[in-house]
T-cell receptor, first 113, second 112 residues
């Protein structure tokens, strides 16, 4: 186990709704990255937060947004959900400037109907 | 941006045989190359990684090799066991603070 936790484990939403996913990073880690993993694909980078600031973003539209809190936990928010947003959403924590290793949580399975 | 290609997409071996998975990358600035194992219903688990100043790294039955000139790296699993069955992903990154760019994965099946 990595010590990275995510909630909820599963979620079903309808098109147009909004969703918030949560992640608690491993103790001592100050960086959280979010990835989207479609079925049968590798994870795709959404964005990264380092010490409460966005620190890089992948090719995702602005309706994907995030937050990082002083305890380094993080939220991923997705507005105006589309069918293609159905995926496993993974967060990974790392120690930022100390090392490169990213440790993943179990993910949140989002289904958009 | 970085493009990581991974082969094969599926691999079936008999218990005790070796398995090799190969990846290529396009960004010459990439210097960190981790491998992840993902079991059904779980998040990816880091199993081994290598940095660009090293050509080979070994951890028990798992080894990774890196050829920076050719921009390819490989995962070698020896003496495979049924519990090695999973999806394996390679990734490349420019290092700390940068995104991981993943391959599409290799589904490994080890049959008893």
């Amino acid at each position: 186990e990595t010590g990275v936790t995510q909630s909820p484990t599963h979620l079903i939403k309808t098109r147009g709704q909004q969703v918030t996913l949560r992640c608690s990073s491993q103790s001592g880690h100050n960086t959280v990255s979010w990835y989207q993993q479609a079925l049968g694909q590798g994870p795709q980078f959404i964005f990264q937060y380092y010490r409460e600031e966005e620190n890089g973003r992948g090719n995702f539209p602005p309706r994907f947004s995030g937050l990082q809190f002083p305890n380094y936990s993080s939220e991923l928010n997705v507005n105006a959900l589309e069918l293609d947003d159905s995926a496993l959403y993974l967060c990974a924590s790392s120690s930022g400037g100390v090392g490169d290793e990213q440790f993943f949580g179990p993910g949140t399975r989002l289904t958009v109907l | 941006g970085e493009n990581v290609e991974q082969h094969p997409s599926t691999l079936s071996v008999q218990e005790g045989d070796s398995a090799v998975i190969k990846c290529t990358y396009s960004d010459s600035a990439s210097n960190y190359f981790p491998w992840y194992k993902q079991e059904l219903g779980k998040g990816p688990q880091l199993i081994i990684d290598i940095r660009s100043n090293v050509g080979e790294k070994k951890d028990q039955r798992i080894a990774v090799t890196l050829n920076k000139t050719a921009k390819h790296f490989s995962l070698h699993i020896t003496e495979t066991q049924p519990e090695d069955s999973a999806v394996y992903f390679c990734a490349a990154s420019r290092g700390s603070g940068y995104a991981l760019n993943f391959g599409k994965g290799t589904s490994l099946l080890v049959t008893p």
